[in-house]
């Protein structure tokens, strides 16, 4: 095989590879318009909720932006319980998370 055959199939098969790691970006401007549900927890230092049990409510800020939109994701669809967070994941769209998630990623606190 010729060089150039070589160097387009290694170039075609990483375009392949990045292309399937590809995630969608949300918008950290839009996210912090719609993060008015979730302030009332995750923005208080230290907070603790007592429903349904005890439980220290996590920081969001900082947290990379794919694992905030996996744990959305499984909060509507069941996969993890918390009646609070199952009820605002069940109104949020895939457009929110992710840009709930862009917001908390950056300089969201």
Known sequence: ???????????????????????AVGNPEAGKQKNAMCIGCHGIEGYRTSYPTVYHVP??????????????QAYKTGARNHP??????????????????????????
């Open 59 to 72: 920081r969001l800020g900082g947290q990379h932006a794919e694992y905030l939109v996996k744990a959305l």
């Open 1 to 23: 095989m010729k060089r150039p055959a070589i160097v387009s199939l290694l170039a075609c098969g990483l375009l392949l590879a990045l292309a399937g790691t590809a995630q």
């Open 84 to 109: 609070s967070m199952k009820g605002i994941a069940a109104s949020l769209s895939q457009q929110d998370m992710e840009d709930l998630a862009a917001y908390y990623a950056g300089a969201g606190k």
